[in-house]
């Protein structure tokens, strides 16, 4: 994979959900709660007014309704900005 974040965007690729499971009972994956945690991929180079802080390699929580969904080669990763992401873990 070859992408490259424009500006202040990142690219990120979320946490799998956790799966619970009650009593034998399965939950859908429309169910689940969407994961607030990822690892950054790649980084924008920032922009004059922003600096980009974040790194690849980064683990980080974010908004629950932050970025964009994207698929490539059938994988889901999310773009955002960098504002968007709430904290850096570790």
Request: net charge negative; aromatic share 4%.
């Amino acid at each position: 994979m070859n992408i490259k974040p424009l500006a202040d965007r990142v690219l990120i690729e979320p946490t799998a959900a956790e799966e619970t499971t009650m009593a034998g009972i399965i939950i859908p994956d429309t169910a689940k709660e969407k994961p607030l945690k990822g690892k950054v991929l790649a980084v924008g180079n920032g922009t004059k007014d922003e600096e980009m802080l974040l790194k690849e390699g980064d683990t980080v929580l974010y908004g629950k309704y932050a970025g964009t969904e994207v698929e490539i080669e059938g994988n889901k990763y999310l773009i955002m900005r960098q504002s968007d992401v709430l904290a850096v873990i570790g």
